[in-house]
């Protein structure tokens, strides 16, 4: 099983960056498939990136491509996503999430653990 928790959300002017952070327990983390998500008021919650388990495949919706990273760090069980130039448009509650299968997963409902998410806002 993984625990996740996220960190790093705030309120933030368009143009900025922020870095998300998403710390894990359990024992699976290293060969979990992770990803981050997002979810506006009054919509569905979308993949913004994911990576594999190793860190060697990366995935990126095409409305953060060039401007969000994501990463992760097996041996402290992290996940991290880098947000340069943020948008109005950016504004959410942004969660990481794991699938315990180990190769990069983009779908939603495949994946088997939530964080409690963190907000992101960015004002115009």
């Known amino acids: 099983q993984v625990q996740l928790a996220e960190s790093g959300g705030g309120l933030v002017q368009a143009g900025d960056s922020l870095r998300l952070s998403c710390a894990a327990s359990?024992?699976?983390?290293?060969?979990?498939?992770m990803g981050w998500f997002r979810q506006a008021p009054g919509k569905e919650r979308d993949i913004v990136a994911a990576?594999?388990?190793?860190?060697?495949?990366?995935y990126y919706a095409d409305s953060v491509k060039g401007r969000f990273t994501i990463s992760r760090d097996n041996a402290k069980n992290m996940l991290y996503l880098q947000m340069n130039t943020l948008k109005p448009e950016d504004t959410a509650v942004y969660y990481c999430?794991?699938?315990?299968?180990?190769?990069?997963?983009?779908?939603?409902?495949?994946?088997?653990?939530w964080g409690q998410g963190t907000q992101v806002t960015v004002s115009s």
């Open positions: 999430a794991a699938d315990q299968n180990w190769s990069l997963n983009i779908n939603r409902d495949e994946y088997d653990y």
């Open positions: 359990g024992r699976t983390f290293s060969s979990s498939a």
């Open positions: 990576i594999s388990w190793s860190g060697g495949t990366t």
